[in-house]
């Protein structure tokens, strides 16, 4: 190519070549932020963005987010690939070469949520898209500018040929080497170098963002507060094991992210609730459990965007336990919808094996077990009536693990013992005092504890404290020294610390017990 046609963008037909540069720099930005986000983030990973992957493909993503070698090299590749790839498109170096490999990643993202009828992801979307999406767009643009003939854009590509038409020319001694550029060379190596100084401003703008999101977003003023705050810890967690599943011996309970107070005839309680863990404060409260030692959280289906969103987000770690409501006429639905959320390991809900047990259904529970296993997860079942574990060992139906209500009845809203009836907790609210109203989940905590002892599978107990009746010293006490093998625990971001500070001392204490421990 002759200097003369790299004056293509710089002469009086330079606009199509200005636009088209400013098409690759925009979208090298895009990759270059999408990069670094990822390589700034603590341990961040693609594998619950890959494991949620739905359509034909779907098992190739499964595999790389199931293959631990497999997940280490695609997530290099990203955080990498992505970073190399939007510096190359900004600086305009090698484009065509960087262009087919960025469209090559595009497309390995657009497969594994291709936008088609029918699919649901589980994790949320921006927009509203039927085949052709942002990925898409973005992709048919690399691929637009691969086509695009060499010399019609800024960048370093055009110092580089300048380069190497110039040495060919001294070589050839068609023109001399030495003494100064002509000015039309000048102005050809400052083309080239136009976009160069977008780095910087990205670097600025990278800073700024950066700051901002700290101070907005998941740190900022809270950053130090929680520092301090783990500083006051006592040391590690403790953890126990269900089958192969390691789980710390708290685990993070879900109902004050979700808005179910339990707050009695505290009728805003809920909303307040709501009000106060927006998404922000869901994500500051998971990141301080689990800088506090806390693997592991129950869930339920609907909650799985936002959880996902936070571990694609901020690199998370935790396990889920998800809460999954059988039907009489579908009882695999939402357990199959929570295998495919990604979920840990699944369990059957307590208040719907409370009514199924009522009615009989409990061979319907013990296909619900079996069908879990079948998927390859540890299956539980879940209870308020400990009529629920009575039925299933009299049906020889042994789950991997209970999670079963367990508090004392010594708090002053406590239903009177006399008027205390099996499966009273799913009554609706009379409104008297005397009668079940949302304020007793351990009816017979004295039989839990008698039943229990003979349950030789691990039990994970919650409303361990009675929906705030309780205090967290007094009732995790209760529920240690009496069998529990874990407890779930529902905790504002303020409780967090001084929860675990409480479950570390009364394991301490609790070490001798009459129930075995289970895990």
């Known amino acids: 190519m002759s200097l003369k046609s790299n004056s293509e963008v710089t002469g009086p037909g330079a606009l199509p070549g200005v636009v088209l540069t400013l098409l690759r720099v925009l979208i090298g930005w895009h990759f270059l932020y999408e990069g670094i986000v990822k390589l700034a983030a603590d341990s961040w990973s693609a594998g619950s963005y890959l494991a949620g992957s739905r359509g034909v493909f779907a098992g ?17 590749m990203n955080m990498w690939g992505l970073t190399l790839l939007g510096a190359a498109l900004i600086l305009g170096l090698f484009t065509r070469t960087v262009c087919v490999l960025g469209a090559l990643l595009l497309s390995f993202y657009y497969l594994a949520y291709p936008p088609f009828a029918g699919l649901d992801f589980g994790v ?13 767009v973005e992709l048919a643009a690399l691929l637009t500018l691969t086509a695009v003939r060499p010399g019609t854009q800024l960048g370093w590509d055009r110092v580089v040929r300048l380069v190497w038409e110039r040495n060919k020319r001294a070589a050839n001694a068609q023109s001399p080497v030495a003494g100064t550029a002509p000015l039309s060379t000048r102005r050809e190596v400052l083309a080239g170098l136009a976009t160069t100084p977008l780095l910087g401003a990205f670097a600025c703008a990278y800073k700024r963002q950066h700051e901002q999101e700290s101070l907005d977003a998941m740190s900022g003023a809270t950053i130090v507060l929680r520092d301090t705050t783990l500083a006051q810890l006592k040391g590690s967690l403790p953890k126990g094991a269900i089958k192969d599943l390691k789980l710390s011996r708290i685990i993070l309970g879900n109902n004050l992210i979700g808005g179910w107070s339990h707050a009695r005839d505290l009728i805003y309680a809920s909303e307040l609730f709501k009000a ?5 404060k869901v994500f500051e409260t998971l990141m301080l459990a689990e800088k506090a030692g806390i693997d592991t959280m129950v869930v339920v289906n609907d909650q799985f965007p936002l959880f996902n969103k936070y571990k694609r987000l901020m690199g998370g770690k935790l396990q889920t336990i998800c809460q999954t409501f059988p039907a009489e006429k579908d009882l ?5 919808k929570a295998i495919d959320n990604g979920v840990t390991t699944p369990y059957f809900h307590g208040g719907t094996a409370d009514r199924f047990v009522q009615r009989g259904w409990i061979e319907q529970v013990g296909k619900c077990v079996e069908h879990i296993r079948r998927q390859g997860y540890p299956a539980g079942i879940g209870a308020h009536s400990i009529q629920v574990p ?7 139906i042994v789950p991997d693990y209970y999670v079963k209500t367990c508090h004392h009845d010594r708090y002053w809203s406590a239903t009177p013992r006399a008027n205390r009836t099996e499966f009273s907790v799913e009554l609706s609210p009379s409104g008297d005092h005397d009668m079940p109203y949302d304020n007793m989940f351990d009816v017979f905590p004295e039989q839990t504890i008698e039943v229990m002892k ?3 599978v691990p039990w994970i107990a919650f409303k361990v404290l009675a929906g705030g009746a309780i205090h967290p010293t007094d009732g995790f006490h209760y529920a240690f020294k009496n069998g529990a093998d874990f407890l779930c625990v529902g905790m504002f971001d303020f409780q967090i610390v001084d929860d675990v500070n409480i479950a570390m001392d009364t394991l301490e204490a609790c070490k001798e017990r009459e129930r075995p421990w289970r895990a």
């Not at 949320?124 to 898409?136: A, C, D, W």
């Not at 695999?332 to 199959?336: G, N, S, V």
């Open 276 to 280: 106060y863990n927006n998404d922000r």
């Open 60 to 76: 190739f993503y499964h595999w790389l987010a199931a293959t631990p070698e497999a997940l280490r090299l695609t997530d290099l």
């Open 454 to 456: 003979s349950i030789e």
């Open 332 to 336: 695999f639905t939402d357990i199959d």
């Open 124 to 136: 949320p979307v921006e927009g509203h898209y039927m085949i052709v999406n942002k990925t898409l």
């Open 390 to 396: 009575i039925a299933c060992q009299k049906a020889g």
